[in-house]
């Protein structure tokens, strides 16, 4: 009896010894995995979070991570199928649910994303990116006021999100509300970094689609000058921004600078020719007879 004893409390220290260094062992991959990923060693993750969930097969943050490498590698089926088995195994997930929503959507999976946006924010309520995607999803379907209230989410729970004040203030320029979207525009040129320091984005295309979208709303209240003179930085800012250089050649027709404008409106045109036809439109339109 003294020895079954015995026998049994060793096995149960060696089980337990065990399930110790598996843990560490899925732990030890699963770091190197985060960082590889982080380096955009893409294979080099993948590989290491296999062999994490080989130690542990329950490790929901290995499928969740693995589904973010495959993503980015273009295989959304097999994100999916990662982001499908960490919430089998957590159902709360809300990052997951987020995650799968961006598989979704880049596999044309509009009403799956949807979905998935909508649950992650169920779960987590001030979840910046999930009411961030969700808001880009209808502001593309042309639920304005859906997507302007998630812009505004996203905003009170990350007030320095940039993307964020340009989107909105697109959404409220479409849905007529010229003087919010102004407001949103001030607001993303107010923060974003000047061109020339440290912290600019590559080409700081966001500063200068803020300056184009201020410029848009200001000439839609009649207020050119303004708005020649932000079309001027935003081309200043981009100068391979073409809808900028036409905008501000359209502004300066209607003020009458016909020969400034030409120059502008030719230039939009050899940066993007596919512009041509709905240029011209607008062209008719500014030039037309008043009745």
Do not use: C, H, W
């Not at 009896?1 to 030890?28: E, F, G």
């Not at 989410?153 to 964020?164: E, H, T």
């Not at 036809?277 to 008043?290: G, M, Y």
């Amino acid at each position: 009896m003294q020895r079954l004893l015995s026998i049994s409390i060793l096995l149960l220290v060696m089980i337990v010894m065990t399930a110790a260094q598996s843990s560490n062992s899925a732990n030890s991959y699963f770091q190197r995995a985060k960082l590889r990923l982080a380096q955009g060693d893409l294979e080099g993750a993948i590989s290491d979070f296999d062999a994490a969930l080989v130690f542990n097969p329950r490790l929901a943050d290995a499928y969740v991570n693995r589904g973010v490498a495959r993503y980015q590698k273009g295989d959304f089926a097999a994100a999916i199928t990662d982001f499908d088995k960490a919430i089998e195994i957590k159902p709360r997930l809300a990052i997951a649910y987020n995650d799968r929503g961006n598989a979704r959507l880049a596999g044309k999976d509009v009403d799956g994303a949807l979905a998935d946006y909508t649950k992650a924010i169920e779960i987590k309520p001030q979840f910046t990116e999930a009411l961030y995607n969700r808001a880009n999803i209808r502001q593309g379907v042309r639920d304005l006021t859906g997507a302007i209230a998630d812009y505004t989410g996203a905003l009170k729970a990350n007030p320095n999100l940039l993307s964020a004040y340009n989107n909105r203030g697109n959404a409220r320029y479409t849905a007529g509300d010229v003087d919010g979207a102004i407001a949103d525009y001030t607001r993303g040129i107010q923060l974003s970094p000047r061109p020339g320091t440290d912290k600019e984005p590559s080409g700081n295309a966001l500063l200068a689609l803020n300056y184009n979208g201020r410029g848009n709303a200001l000439a839609a209240q009649g207020k050119l000058d303004l708005a020649i003179a932000d079309y001027s930085s935003a081309v200043e800012i981009a100068p391979r921004f073409a809808d900028a250089y036409a905008n501000r050649g359209l502004a300066l027709l209607r003020r009458g600078r016909t020969s400034e404008a030409e120059r502008d409106l030719e230039q939009s045109l050899r940066l993007d020719p596919s512009l041509k036809a709905s240029l011209e439109d607008r062209i008719n339109k500014v030039t037309a007879p008043k009745r």
